[in-house]
């Protein structure tokens, strides 16, 4: 007899009833375990893989798969280790170095030779930490509020995260989403799913030491935040602009870390396709 849906899991299934149809389910075996993938957009469009951050889970780009689908073939991918449907199992997955390891056999799971690569938050850390292991395989790098790229967490911030981190829990986690989003309206279905992804058994993100963004040799763009509790976005920025001169750095108004990329879906939509091309 089979176990009984977690609260998680129903949540991540009524999620994942928001994504514009058709939508494909790929489940891409890799070394370290069947990788789920949600797939939009049409069959010769230029591949698209989006990376979520930490708790988000692939489903949570479901309000720009609309947008970015008319023109892309999307890839949005639940993270190894986090919460989700990727699973873990086979080669350990012991440190950074497994996850730029298994995003090549993804890759080439999916068939993509060469593809886009968008990231928010921690997905944007991977995806720069990947861009510099496989630079050919990158024709354009998306770093959507990114962490650990160009500066560390404010220690505020850490601190605000550190009671879900000890002690996770549905409660914890939605206090410190609204604490940061300076209570912006977000999807509650969402919410459900960051919120729950605290509580999931066995979540192993790894964390690892900032890429050599300046190594970076692609196109690049930089969305940041303006509200962001993260980090402070002007000094990212800056920073950005120093190391990597010739990157497209915008500020996206009003929005916070974990109000993207679900909140005003459409400048962040729009920003992306203009880079993309």
Not at 19 to 27: E, H, I, M, N
Request: charged residues 20%; contains cysteine; aromatic residues 8%.
């Amino acid at each position: 007899m089979s176990a009984s849906p977690s609260a998680f899991d129903r949540a991540y299934d009524e999620l994942r009833a928001r994504w514009p149809d058709p939508v494909g389910t790929r489940d891409v075996d890799t070394p370290y375990g069947p990788t789920r993938v949600y797939v939009h957009g049409p069959a010769d469009g230029s591949p698209l893989v989006l990376l979520p951050g930490g708790s988000a889970t692939g489903l949570v780009w479901y309000a720009n798969a609309p947008a970015l689908g008319r023109r892309y073939r999307v890839h949005a991918v639940d993270l190894l280790g986090d919460a989700g449907r990727t699973e873990r199992r086979g080669v350990p997955l012991k440190g950074a170095d497994d996850l730029t390891a298994w995003l090549d056999a993804l890759l080439d799971g999916l068939g993509l030779t060469r593809t886009h690569l968008c990231g928010h938050s921690y997905g944007a850390w991977l995806a720069a930490r990947y861009a510099l292991h496989a630079p050919r395989r990158v024709d354009r790098l998306a770093l959507v509020d990114p962490t650990q790229v160009f500066a560390g967490f404010r220690p505020g911030y850490l601190l605000r995260a550190l009671p879900s981190m000890i002690r996770p829990s549905e409660a914890r986690a939605r206090a410190f989403l609204a604490w940061e989003t300076g209570g912006r309206p977000l999807d509650e279905t969402w919410q459900r799913v960051y919120a729950l992804a605290d509580t999931v058994p066995g979540r192993k993100l790894i964390a690892g030491g900032r890429p050599r963004a300046a190594g970076l040799r692609m196109p690049v763009l930089v969305l940041l935040a303006e509200h962001s509790r993260t980090h402070d976005a002007a000094k990212v920025a800056e920073k950005a602009r120093a190391v990597l001169p010739r990157a497209e750095v915008t500020m996206l108004p009003g929005a916070t870390h974990h109000s993207l990329p679900l909140a005003g879906p459409e400048k962040l939509n729009e920003h992306l396709i203009h880079f993309l091309g």
